[in-house]
């Protein structure tokens, strides 16, 4: 019996130096198999099967996300089964109940068990990386910028490497805002695989951009090249800003966010500046502080929404340089509220600044006919 005994624990031994995740407490209790497999974008699953001389009665698996956050937050899943000496058990993360995941993001989990002899247990933390292998993804990687893409050969991402290296460089020259940890591009072969990526996409979605997770995801067509550059500056600019301004107290107000990211993609384009001028002209532009709000989901007061922030953003920069820019990205990254952060920085509040961009947008557009071309629409824009 003894020599029996000294094996078995010789074997355990061997298999917790073998497999990390096979652990073994005091009284028996010992996990003898333990993995995780990913079904992108539906669904994670983590597998359990442990032993002991007595029945085990609870078995809880705790995971976390790895994305920006200031708080740790471990999530738990209390496992349901039969009390049992031998048991497997299985639970699976549904991306429908959470929104989904990007790809390439990191779960860490471990598990707790407990038998009705008192005795517990808890496994080292593994990690699992959920990522969407449908495809065979390549690799471009520019400084701070990663790009995967499966359809297109090299000239192809190098063309959209060259994009987002360009958009980076002219957002430091406007704004002084720039990328302090590595961000990741994942380019998809159109909208429909893109959108076979996500959990409940809507119809129109062409890209995301992942914020918190440093992620974008876009689909890019071969007949839709120069869109998907416009794209990839304009989530690209979110991620930036995002890096510049987190913070554990306040968002910036959803005029800046957006305006900072059409203002880089260059000139306004026609369909938003037609929109600005019917506004300018039908005295129906929208405040400051309502722009400050999530955007209505009216499709015309969205596109007057973003117009609006463009032509925001294009005024502050043009008025008051970008030193002051940058000095009010960083005051938000210090949780202020948006009223304060403008009277510190500009010495006005958002009424303020409302009047003050009614009064220059207005003056920009005066004695522009209904029937002028929408090239001439476009707010005259500091150089770039």
Excluded at 42 to 67: K, M
């Amino acid at each position: 019996m003894k020599k029996t005994g000294v094996f078995v624990l010789f074997v355990l031994l061997l298999l917790v130096i073998l497999c990390p995740g096979l652990v073994q407490a005091r009284g028996g209790l010992a996990v003898t198999d333990n993995s995780a497999e990913a079904q992108f974008p539906i669904s994670l699953s983590f597998s359990l099967s442990a032993v002991s001389d007595v029945d085990i009665t609870d078995i809880r698996l705790h995971y976390t996300v790895d994305r920006d956050s200031f708080a740790e937050v471990t999530s738990e899943a209390y496992i349901d089964f039969v009390p049992d000496t031998d048991v497997d058990v299985r639970w699976s993360l549904d991306m429908r109940r959470i929104g989904g995941l990007p790809p390439e993001s990191v779960v860490q989990y471990w598990w707790t068990l407990e038998d009705t002899g008192g005795n517990k247990l808890k496994t080292a933390p593994l990690t699992v990386n959920f990522n969407d292998e449908r495809y065979s993804w390549e690799s471009l990687t520019e400084g701070k910028v990663t790009i995967r893409w499966y359809e297109g050969n090299q000239s192809f991402a190098g063309e959209l490497m060259s994009t987002a290296q360009d958009a980076l460089v002219r957002l430091a020259q406007d704004t002084g805002a720039y990328l302090k940890k590595p961000v990741k591009l994942y380019i998809y072969a159109d909208t429909g695989d893109l959108q076979g990526a996500m959990i409940f996409p809507q119809e129109w979605t062409g890209g995301v951009a992942y914020t918190a997770y440093g992620i974008i995801a876009i689909g890019i067509a071969s007949d839709e090249l120069a869109w998907g550059k416009t794209s990839i500056v304009h989530e690209l600019t979110h991620l930036v800003i995002h890096q510049m301004t987190l913070n554990p107290y306040n968002d910036l107000p959803r005029w800046l966010d957006e305006g900072l990211a059409m203002y880089n993609e260059g000139l306004l384009e026609p369909t938003f500046a037609s929109r600005l001028l019917k506004a300018v002209e039908g005295d129906t532009l929208i405040s400051v502080r309502t722009l400050s709000s999530p955007f209505s989901t009216d499709s015309e007061k969205a596109l007057l929404s973003y117009a609006q922030s463009y032509a925001l953003v294009e005024y502050i920069i043009g008025a008051y340089g970008q030193s002051r820019m940058l000095e009010l990205l960083t005051t938000f990254s210090q949780g202020s509220g948006y009223d304060e952060a403008l009277e510190n920085v500009y010495g006005f509040d958002m009424d303020g600044l409302d009047n003050l961009w009614r009064e220059y947008i207005i003056g920009k557009f005066e004695g522009i006919g209904a029937t002028t071309s929408t090239s001439a629409l476009v707010p005259a824009g500091v150089s770039r």
